[in-house]
């Protein structure tokens, strides 16, 4: 849960730590530094700054969690729960900024990946239909709803009213 910066800092300070062990020839804690500089290393590729995104998309800070996402080196790097979670907040992001090619495709990539319950992975799936429906592709939008009915009995009933939105919307079309 650390920005890049902050990562980078904290890896400094544990080499540094790791340097005055070994020169006072305290071997053991110069280990424990080094596997500390390990693990923050491994957290930079697996779980990146995707908590700290979360938060600040919750709190409606678009930029900023933009910013955030944008300092994973590489998306496809992340844990698979991470990965779906990336993808789910990056989608967000670029409908908040009304970019819905972009959405679309982050939202299709996040139902590929594992979400926190059956709930998120139903709302990643009617978002991309709802995005079809805006762009008159509802062959593509009845697709995606139609992977939805696999979830109907774990899904809340706020989530299945909007998927009987999209559902009718598409009708009358």
Same mark, same amino acid.
């Given at each position: 849960?650390?920005?890049?910066?902050?990562?980078?800092?904290?890896v400094g300070m544990? +080499?540094?730590?790791?340097?005055f062990a070994i020169? %006072?020839?305290? %071997?053991?804690?110069?280990?424990?530094? *080094?596997?500390?500089?390990?693990?923050? #290393?491994?957290? =930079?590729?697996?779980?990146?700054?995707?908590?700290?995104?979360?938060?600040?998309?919750?709190?409606?800070?678009?930029?900023?969690?933009?910013? !955030?996402?944008?300092?994973? %080196? &590489?998306?496809?790097?992340?844990?698979?729960?991470?990965?779906?979670?990336?993808?789910?907040?990056?989608?967000?992001?670029?409908?908040?900024?009304?970019?819905? /090619?972009?959405?679309?495709?982050? %939202?299709?990539?996040?139902?590929?990946?594992?979400?926190?319950?059956?709930?998120?992975? @139903?709302?990643? !799936? @009617? *978002?991309?239909? $709802? +995005?079809?429906?805006? &762009?008159? $592709?509802?062959?593509k939008a009845k697709? =995606?709803?139609? *992977?939805?009915?696999?979830?109907? /009995?774990? #899904?809340?009933? &706020?989530?299945?009213? @909007? +998927?009987?939105?999209?559902?009718?919307? #598409?009708?009358?079309?």
């Open positions: 849960m650390f920005t890049n910066r902050a990562r980078i800092l904290v544990f +080499i540094i730590l790791m340097a020169r %006072y020839q305290v %071997y053991q804690l110069a280990a424990v530094a *080094l596997m500390f500089v390990g693990l923050l #290393i491994w957290g =930079y590729f697996k779980q990146g700054t995707i908590v700290l995104a979360a938060k600040a998309f919750h709190n409606k800070e678009y930029a900023k969690a933009e910013d !955030l996402l944008q300092q994973v %080196y &590489k998306p496809e790097m992340l844990s698979k729960n991470r990965r779906g979670f990336y993808e789910f907040i990056y989608g967000g992001v670029c409908l908040q900024k009304q970019d819905f /090619d972009e959405a679309e495709k982050h %939202y299709e990539l996040a139902a590929l990946f594992p979400l926190r319950n059956a709930n998120d992975h @139903v709302a990643a !799936l @009617v *978002l991309v239909a $709802n +995005i079809n429906v805006r &762009k008159g $592709n509802y062959d697709a =995606y709803l139609q *992977l939805t009915d696999k979830h109907k /009995d774990t #899904i809340s009933a &706020k989530m299945k009213d @909007v +998927i009987l939105k999209v559902r009718q919307e #598409i009708q009358k079309h």
